[in-house]
T-cell receptor, first 116, second 118 residues
Framework: EPEVTQTPSHQVTQMGQEVILRCVPISNHLYFYWYRQILGQKVEFLVSFYNNEISEKSEIFDDQFSVERPDGSNFTLKIRSTKLEDSAMYFC??????????????FGSGTQLSVL | AQSVTQLDSQVPVFEEAPVELRCNYSSSVSVYLFWYVQYPNQGLQLLLKYLSGSTLVKGINGFEAEFNKSQTSFHLRKPSVHISDTAEYFCAVSDISPGGTSYGKLTFGQGTILTVHP
């Protein structure tokens, strides 16, 4: 089965630094998402992206966050100035265009971000 | 807005025993319902989903779930578990738009860790 690939699997950064998390969605998918899970808490929706623009974003997704599909294959999440509370597992997901099928999200295995 | 509650954070069970993982939700609008599974060091994988129709939904790996609208529940069951079912299981919901679609924004429960012992 095709997979969503996330790199790196672990990333450590210093507070205040910029970080970019990378994802390669499944090739024929058109909808892209970022979720995160802080240790011990629920998986939370961050943002959805379609047709090169944000479709929906949560309250968590403030001005420190941005997403981009720079080259037609990668989908990135940038955190401009990381805070300690940004430490979490970040999951990328994608889904295929089309009624019904849109509800099946394919998730990557996540990037564990640690902000020191 | 929706919320999802998974009533058990951990469920230990012996191999070949039946298991039920409980999920309750609240929402002011109609929702789609999902169960995802996460095996160690892997991403979330869809087990099954309820969109409409029969309230008993069958998924992969012998799992099934029943949608109960009056009790706002979507409990996951398997009649006989295997060691390989050890994983974390997440219940999730998504809004249904007036057009009948959803947009991939899932609200998750906190997860239930199922541990199957030999």
């Amino acid at each position: 089965e095709p997979e969503v690939t996330q790199t790196p699997s672990h990333q450590v950064t210093q507070m205040g630094q910029e970080v970019i998390l990378r994802c390669v969605p499944i090739s024929n998918h058109l909808y892209f998402y970022w979720y995160r899970q802080i240790l011990g808490q629920k998986v939370e929706f961050l943002v959805s992206f379609y047709n090169n623009e944000i479709s929906e974003k949560s309250e968590i997704f403030d001005d420190q966050f941005s997403v981009e599909r720079p080259d037609g294959s990668n989908f990135t999440l940038k955190i401009r100035s990381t805070k300690l509370e940004d430490s979490a597992m970040y999951f990328c997901a994608s889904s295929i265009h089309g009624e019904g099928a849109r509800e099946k999200l394919f998730f990557g295995s996540g990037t564990q971000l640690s902000v020191l | 807005a929706q919320s999802v509650t998974q009533l058990d954070s951990q469920v230990p069970v012996f191999e070949e025993a039946p298991v039920e993982l409980r999920c309750n939700y609240s929402s002011s609008v109609s929702v789609y319902l999902f169960w995802y599974v996460q095996y160690p060091n892997q991403g979330l994988q869809l087990l099954l989903k309820y969109l409409s129709g029969s309230t008993l939904v069958k998924g992969i790996n012998g799992f099934e779930a029943e949608f109960n609208k009056s009790q706002t529940s979507f409990h996951l069951r398997k009649p006989s578990v295997h060691i390989s079912d050890t994983a974390e299981y997440f219940c999730a919901v998504s809004d249904i738009s007036p057009g009948g679609t959803s947009y991939g924004k899932l609200t998750f429960g906190q997860g239930t860790i199922l541990t199957v012992h030999p």
